[in-house]
Structure formats: structure tokens, C-alpha cells
């Protein structure tokens, strides 16, 4: 680039910066618009010719770097558009799942060890009754009645629905459950 045309870019940097307002009107965005015309212009300084209008050279520069940047704005404009729908799902967030998860793995821990050991053998990690009833060294019958007992306590300390005041503490909450052989 020619010192005389370095010297009178600086000349339009004003009038630049006046015309990006009114393109932008917005102070930060129309100095980044003049900033990155003049960022061009020196790159293409080989392309200018000297008979033309520097001025015109300029202006049409700033037009172009921002009629460039409105499509860009569209593009990203549509596209985030066409995902909206993809990342945001009717989906109900899961909040009453893990508020229920939490209560029922509580529920879980409060019960007696021979009723969790029954319940984790067979619901949890999927052995069969005879599977479980020969890890736990008990008939048959004994599993399967330990079994039912807690998923029954496990179904109502969940929904806090134990039965009459033997299943409430003096404060109302249920009671812990208690050991049924």
C-alpha cells in the first residue's frame, strides 16, 4: 500500500464511522464495521485504483462488509430457529421423577435387611426366585413372602399411605417400618 493512500484513509475514517452509525445505530457495532472496512481496504489495496474515488471505494467496503453480516445474522437467525424445536422437547422435566426416586430409595433403606436383600436380588438385578432364594439360603416361599412384604411397606411408605395411627409417629409422618417375620 502507497503511503499517499494510507495517509488518506485516514482522511475518511470520520465520515466512515458516521454512515456505519446510521447502518448499525449502535456505537460499538459501527466502530467494529469501520474497523473491519479498513481491515479490507488495506488488504485489498492492491485492487484500488488510483483514478477512482477513494471515498466511494470506502463506502462501498463498509456496504458490503455489512449487507455481508445481515445475511450472516439471518443464516445463524434460521438456523437457531430449525433447532429451537430439536433442543427444546415437550418433555416435562423430570423433577417429580427424582423427587419419587429419592423418596423411594429412602423407602428402600428403611427397610429390614432381609426384605432390601429379597427385593435388590430379584427387582434390582433380575436373578429368579429360585436364583435368589438359593443366594440367600431360604425356601422358596420364605423369599416370596419377603417379597411381597416389602414391596407393600415400600409401595406405602412411598405414597405415605400406612394405615391408621400405628403407622404414624406422635408428629403425623409415617413411622419407620417395623420388622415383620
Known sequence: MTFSLRSQLSDHVRTLRRYAMTLVRNRDD???????TLVRAIAGARTYRPEANLRSWL???????????????????????SIEPLVRSDVAPNQPDQVELARTMEAFARLPEDQRRAL????????SYQEAAGILGIPLGTLMSRLARGREALRADVRGDLRGDEGRGDDGRPAPLR???
Not at 462501498?60 to 443464516?75: A, E, K, M, P, T
Open 30 to 36: 459501527a466502530e467494529d464495521l469501520v474497523q473491519e
Open 179 to 181: 420388622v415383620v417375620k
Open 120 to 127: 435388590m436380588l430379584v427387582a434390582v438385578d433380575g436373578l
Open 59 to 81: 463506502f462501498g467496503i463498509l456496504h458490503n462488509v455489512h449487507v455481508s453480516d445481515l445475511r450472516r445474522d439471518q443464516v445463524r437467525t434460521r438456523a437457531a430457529a
